[in-house]
């Protein structure tokens, strides 16, 4: 769940581009990943923005960094990032398999603040979601979401995270993280 930088990595390589884009195209191609396309209303510019890439499963991230064996301990950082990548690549394969036609991006802002997905049906329904490894998420955690709401005003916003039940704040919708995906139209 990292933006991809695909210049920076083959300067760190000393390979070429195109040979880094060919690789992440590869797997890619084979389904250990996919990239997911930052959110802009300009086609144009979602070109320019670099995205992101998830592996298909979150214990394949573990097993390349040699953590496997490893538990993740809760709020840790590592814990933080497995929930995320967790709830993004559940998302998106339900709506596969429910042939829902989804799209899916992430938000990021000029200043940096960011929505961990955005789901846009095909009629046209926002959906921006932020995922907490948190009980209670408040505060500055919501940076985000507000942002979006300024250039999406009508999404809908959702905080995804561990609290034991429903409550809304300053109009998102912080669910606990099973319920996200019945917000959204899908069915578990």
Sequence with gaps: GNIINFSNIARETGTSYQTIKEYFQILEDTLVGFFLMPYSNS????????????????????????????????????????????????????SEYQEKDYKFYFYQSSNHSEVDLIVESPAGVVYAVEI?????????????????????????LYCACLAS????????????????????????
């Design 132 to 156: 907490k490894s948190k009980e209670n998420p408040s505060g500055s955690i919501f940076t985000g979401l507000k942002s979006f709401r300024e250039v999406c005003p009508k999404a809908k």
């Design 43 to 94: 086609a144009r510019k979602r070109l320019v923005k670099h995205p992101k890439f998830y592996f298909f499963d979150t214990g394949v991230v573990r097993a390349l960094t040699g953590k496997a064996s490893v538990s993740l301990s809760p709020k840790t950082y590592e814990y933080g990032k497995a929930f995320e990548h967790f709830i993004v690549t559940e998302i998106i394969r339900l």
């Design 165 to 188: 039940r429903k409550r809304v704040v300053d109009d998102i919708t912080i669910l606990p993280w099973q319920d996200v995906f019945s917000f959204i139209g899908l069915k578990c």
